[in-house]
């Protein structure tokens, strides 16, 4: 039969005997499952070693990128047109909110405690003037988006029609990466140092929205301004 052999010994008296070679066989497979024990273990070893590394490290704290305004601020921002070095991958929101090009909304800021993360340290909202139908959420950090000066949730319900809601939700940052010292202040923002307004929803039943949006149902729609300009408004 395949993978068997016959072995010959010499027993006390000098008569040959055959032995069965599985015996053989069975140590060499036990020895081979001793080694795979022995480097699965040195695996799950190095693992954890590396585990309790990468955790036991110290937490950054977010960095400073912005400049130019106080720790408490009103900005005032004006939206221009569609960003388009993107291609959009939702429909439009068509202005259901009050935002469009030539729009603008001001922005009470914050800064609240800084955040242990890689990104920004970025300003709460307290309030936007500017948008329609829009409540916002309570104001929290924006350390998610690493770049942002602020980020804001919130909840969409239109006055024009009660079946038209959802949420809502908008990121105001500089439209390039920032380098780990680099530092910008928002009131830079133009045409050579470009800024964006990126507002995002979620509907949850697109046809009772007055006939904006061809489709039924749920549906996300969302708009990357550029930005015009962006003043401090002197309170």
Known sequence: ???????????????????DGYSLGDTMTNRAFQWMKKLGH????????????????????ARDCFTGIGAKDTLRVVLGGPDSSQTPQVPSCQGLDGLVNDAALTFTLSQGPRSESAGCYGYETQSIVGTSDVTLAAAGPSSVWSNALTTVDGAFSSSRSSGCRGTWSIILEPDFELGSDQKVSPLDASSAERWTVVRSMDVAQAQFCDGVFSQTGNLQCQDRFLVQSITAVTP
Do not use: H, K, Q
Request: hydrophobic content about 50%; aromatic content about 10%.
């Open 1 to 19: 039969m395949p993978g068997t052999f016959l072995a010959e010994s010499m027993d006390s008296s000098g008569r040959i005997a055959v032995e």
């Open 42 to 61: 040195a695996a799950t070893l190095l693992f954890c070693a590396y585990w309790l590394i990468a955790t036991s490290a110290p937490n950054v704290p």
